[in-house]
Nanobody
Framework: QLQLVESGGGLVQPGGSLRLSCAAS????????IAWFRQAPGKEREGVSC????????NFADSVKGRFTISRDNAKNTVYLQMNSLLPEDTAVYYC??????WGKGILVTVSS
């Protein structure tokens, strides 16, 4: 069964860091673009970042540029989102996405003092 499972979320203080992981099962990530989305309370889901199949290209929303990085380890079938200098407005449920094929269930990130 094809699945994406996020991990690594939690509560962090402003200015802190978290690394989210998106582990795939039931298929091999190697050939796919993987994206991260987030949805804050009362807001629409928005794209955060995406990474090409071999990891050579990535894109970021303006709101996270310079603070977030994305990487992948195809050997581990996992994509990572490193989030630094976190702000309260980064508080959201973060989702891993494989286009129209699959979504993870999401993981909560709360940035608060």
């Amino acid at each position: 069964q094809l699945q994406l499972v996020e991990s690594g979320g939690g509560l962090v203080q402003p200015g802190g860091s978290l690394r989210l992981s998106c582990a795939a099962s039931g298929f091999t990530l190697d050939y796919y673009v993987i994206a991260w989305f987030r949805q804050a309370p009362g807001k629409e889901r928005e794209g955060v970042s995406c990474i090409s199949s071999l990891g050579g290209r990535s894109n970021f929303a303006d709101s996270v540029k310079g603070r977030f990085t994305i990487s992948r380890d195809n050997a581990k079938n996992t994509v990572y989102l490193q989030m630094n200098s976190l702000l309260p407005e980064d508080t959201a449920v973060y989702y891993c996405n494989l286009g129209a094929i699959a979504w993870g269930k999401g993981i909560l990130v709360t940035v608060s003092s």
